[in-house]
């Protein structure tokens, strides 16, 4: 137990179908994140949410659209995806977004484009 | 130049031996560095994570930091099987707001 939950952990998708990622934390923390984790790369950061509010999108193409409805929970929404978007989407949380306190990941949802 | 950089590997250790793992970093305001371990399939980990020049020893591991040299370490001691993992630095940047990862080094230790 992390302390911070994903779903689904597994996602098959097609490229016009529209789903939701969710993510939700129990840690009492202020700032939640989005990463991509693509085979042989390193670990991209998507999504970067302080206290409900965006502060941080890392040029991320408009077919991902976050959403962060209060601190403990946080959706990824997809729409229109590419095979290319298939990769591990992970969250993470920290207490709050200017200190450096590590990250809290979830387990992660594995998404898969067809 | 890429912002954080370590070794791909495999780095293949013998169980029982040391472990070194190396992290180069290009931001010099850098404030914090964090070590996490993931296992095929999984989420990354906390292991260690250090905001000093020097070491810092938990169990087995040690994670060493120069921030002169912009490099941190991570050494990890009596290496077992259940050690085979990838282990991925990150590093906060001056705003502290950001972790920016590197590739991460795979590390596999033989019986």
């Known amino acids: 137990e992390t302390g911070v939950t994903q779903t689904p952990r597994h996602l098959v998708m097609g490229m016009t179908n529209k789903k939701s990622l969710k993510c939700e934390q129990h840690l009492g923390h202020n700032a939640m994140y989005w990463y991509k984790q693509s085979a042989k790369k390193p670990l991209e950061l998507m999504f970067v949410y302080s206290l409900e509010e965006r502060v941080e999108n890392n040029s991320v193409p408009s077919r991902f659209s976050p959403e962060c409805p209060n601190s403990s929970h946080l959706f990824l929404h997809l729409h229109t995806l590419q095979p290319e978007d298939s990769a591990l989407y992970l969250c993470?949380?920290?207490?709050?977004?200017?200190?450096?306190?590590?990250?809290?990941f979830g387990n992660g949802t594995r998404l898969t484009v067809t | 130049q890429k912002e954080v950089e370590q070794n791909s590997g495999p780095l293949s250790v013998p169980e029982g031996a040391i472990a070194s793992l190396n992290c180069t970093y290009s931001?010099?305001?850098?404030?914090?560095f964090f070590w996490y371990r993931q296992y095929s399939g999984k989420s990354p980990e906390l292991i260690m994570f250090i905001y000093s020049n020097g070491d810092k020893e938990d169990g087995r591991f040690t994670a060493q930091l120069n921030k002169a040299s912009q490099y941190v370490s991570l050494l990890i001691r009596d290496s077992q099987p259940s050690d085979s993992a990838t282990y991925l630095c990150?590093?906060?940047?001056?705003?502290?707001?950001?972790?920016?990862f590197g590739g991460g080094t795979r590390v596999l230790v033989k019986p």
């Open positions: 931001d010099r305001g850098s404030q914090s």
């Open positions: 993470a949380s920290k207490p709050g977004q200017g200190n450096n306190s590590p990250l809290h």
């Open positions: 990150a590093v906060g940047g001056s705003a502290g707001n950001k972790l920016t």
